[in-house]
């Protein structure tokens, strides 16, 4: 296995990791005004993940660098034809990073109730960009001989992307709603569950639609047919699983399964492009980028690897470090920050 390889595993990885820790995030950042009665049980919910949804967006950030340095012609292309659609989700982030640190400097519930649903729109567009963005990066966009996007912002808006975006704003919604489940406790958790079962038929079925829509507007079926149908089973028995598991109030088992989801629809994404890190839809063999045409030199590659064996496990010691000091449960008499 090559470090060109090597590097693409890692930061597929990396994207992983990010959307199985921002989802649950982005889930309860929606969920916020919409099963609360109270501001004791909107600040309960904010502080579930208040220790950790800014530790969780460095996933992002190293994914992002990791990009820019092993191919850097990816990062430009995707970047450049993306511009749009990452700065608003750009300013969403900036949005909802501010509201978590604003909503609670005054008592007004006006104020608080501004910002509760700046938090919500900070999170639900991410939330269904992310979507929209991966399945355009698999199902192919123009790509020209320059490795330059020649397209436009309508172009990622097509039937494919948009259900892949309103299953990753569900998935990611139902995903937060299972980590509310096991983390704080109260009356709320019943609503919770109300609603965990409500979405949960939705989620299988976009799930469904997705699999079936990716096999017609994708190359991926006939290039990686045994790994996406494996990929593909195993995500829908483990989405399946959920509604099941709530009824018998296994939580964590829950919550797991949604997570299993998540990671099974990333690792479909990456094993359906390898070795292709963008899909030309103007020249699939001939101008697609790949881990060979749009990477750095092999010299900054091994210089990078030879980094990332150093400070890697200390991030990863640090961040499950911070989980378990953070790992009680909330209740209406817990000590709350934001």
Known sequence: MDLNTIWFILIGVLFTGFFFLEGFDYGVGILVPFLSRDDRERRL???????????????LITAGGAMFAAFPHWYATLFSGFYLALVIMLLALIVRGVAFEFRSKD???????????????GSAIPALLWGVAMANIVRGVPIDANMQYVGTFGDLLNPFALIAGLTSLLLFTLHGANFLMIK????ITERIKTLTLKLWPLVIILSLIVSVMGYYDTDIATRH??????????????ISSVGWLIRKKRNGWAFAMTGACIVLFSLTIFAGLYPRLMTSSLAPDAWSLTIDNASSS?????????????????????????????????TSTSSLEY
């Open 184 to 187: 704080i406790e109260g009356p």
């Open 107 to 121: 008592e007004n519930p006006k104020w608080r109730s501004t910002w509760d649903w700046m938090i919500f729109i």
């Open 298 to 330: 092999p010299y900054t590659l091994q210089v990078m690897s030879i980094i990332t064996l150093i400070f890697l496990p200390i991030v990863l010691l640090y961040q499950g470090w911070s989980y378990r000091v953070f790992r009680r449960r909330l």
């Open 225 to 238: 047919a045994v790994t996406a149908l494996i990929l593909s089973l195993g995500t829908i028995a483990a």
């Open 45 to 59: 919910m904010i502080n579930s993940i208040g220790p950790h949804w800014d530790a969780n967006e460095v996933w």
